[in-house]
Every structure is written in structure tokens, then in C-alpha cells.
């Protein structure tokens, strides 16, 4: 099932909320450093972010088909095997629906 994503927590005209779920958190890391040769040709297909954003939109209820109030966190670590971007995202998943008369 799509979900729709929403940074906030107020609905356009014509759609309301019919159900909230508790507030689901994932959180992953992307390297931002160069990868070495062999690395770079294993990871050539590998999309970090969009791996971390579907995992997040994966622990939504399946009944959900929104999350609402998606917040994103980053925070950047050097270490000796490469420089990483840790990323969060924040959301409450729930149950949307349009409005019949608007």
C-alpha cells in the first residue's frame, strides 16, 4: 500500500484524519565518504536514503496509508573507516480519507 507523507500535521482542505498510530522513529546511516574500488562496485545500485525512508515507511501499520508530522534528523561522524550521515525520521502514521462535502 502507498502511503502518503506529510511534514505537517494539518491536513489540506477535503482531507481529514480517521485514525492516529503511535509514533514510529527509524533511523540509518549513509556513508559520505569515498568508498573504495571493490566497495564502489558492490554499493553501485545501493540507494542509502531511499533504503533508510522505505524502512521507515515500512513500520507504519499496514492499515495506515499516511504519515503525518514527518520530521527528518542528521548529524555527521568522521571515523577511521569513512565518514557517515546518520539520518532519523520521525512521523505518526494514520488513517486519511477525503471529505464528502467539500
Do not use: C, W
Amino acid at each position: 500500500m502507498d502511503r502518503i507523507l506529510f511534514s505537517t500535521d494539518q491536513m489540506p482542505i477535503g482531507i481529514e484524519i480517521k485514525q492516529i498510530y503511535a509514533m514510529i522513529q527509524v533511523s540509518g546511516t549513509v556513508e559520505i565518504s569515498k568508498k573504495g574500488l571493490l566497495r564502489g562496485i558492490f554499493d553501485r545500485n545501493k540507494n542509502e536514503y531511499q533504503e533508510i525512508l522505505d524502512r521507515f515507511i515500512g513500520h507504519a501499520p499496514s492499515e495506515a496509508n499516511a504519515v503525518i508530522g514527518v520530521q527528518i534528523s542528521t548529524a555527521a561522524q568522521a571515523f577511521n573507516n569513512g565518514s557517515f550521515l546518520y539520518v532519523t525520521y520521525i512521523g505518526t502514521p494514520a488513517i486519511i480519507s477525503q471529505i464528502e462535502d467539500v
